[in-house]
């Protein structure tokens, strides 16, 4: 059976040569030095997953995961950053990354991201002749390709967000709590993924502004209600 592979960039020699040696008796690694060599690489290989660092020469993370989004709207994109503040998190969430995690990170937690990312796009893809499409107020959702779409405007949303609505719809005009959305999301509810959470409820909350039948409620200590009058 073939090994999933990675597209892995990062600049820092020591920091690379550690996290390939621990990663690759289970998964097949191409290491990058600088941003422009792994889009090089993107756009002439396939790759399961992304694991990108920020700063990099020639082309830094965000611009790579940019330039990434615009060929492959599923890839999964996970940012490792010695960038600690908010505003990078969030630009990077912008971007359409998946998931961040700030260096020094352990190999552990790493390794269960990648398997959470790798059994979603699994289950996905086996999923995928069983395709629903969601009505939203006057858009049309298509969790699998991540669009939200009506007759004159197309909507890409990245994976989380695809989830995120999904989890939403799936649950209208119900209680979600806070630790039940980020564990069915991540994994798990850490104060970081929380703060991560609320810049994806941001981002839906905008898509659906014009909708005056459907809304997201913030429940103060609890979580939140995606209410919908059909």
Known sequence: MSKFKILYAEDDATIAFLTKDSLESKYDICHCTNGAEAFDKFKNDSFDICILDIMMPKMDGFELAEAIRKLDIEIPILFLSAKTLKEDRIKGLKIGADDYLVKPFSIEELELKIE?????????????????????????????????????????????????????????????????????????????????????????????????????ENLHGIGFRFNYKE
């Not at 069983?130 to 990245?158: A, R």
């Open 116 to 216: 959470v990312f790798l059994k979603r796009s699994a289950k996905q893809q086996l999923n995928y002749n069983q395709k629903t499409i969601y009505t939203v107020g006057k858009y049309q959702f298509d969790p699998l390709n991540y669009l939200i779409y009506d007759t004159t405007e197309k909507i890409v949303l990245t994976q989380r967000e695809a989830e995120l609505l999904k989890l939403f719809l799936d649950n209208k005009n119900q209680v979600l709590k806070r630790e039940i959305i980020l564990k069915q999301l991540w994994g798990n509810d850490d104060y970081f993924l929380g703060r991560s959470l609320d810049v994806f409820i941001s981002r839906l909350r905008k898509i659906i502004s014009n909708q005056e039948s459907i809304s997201i």
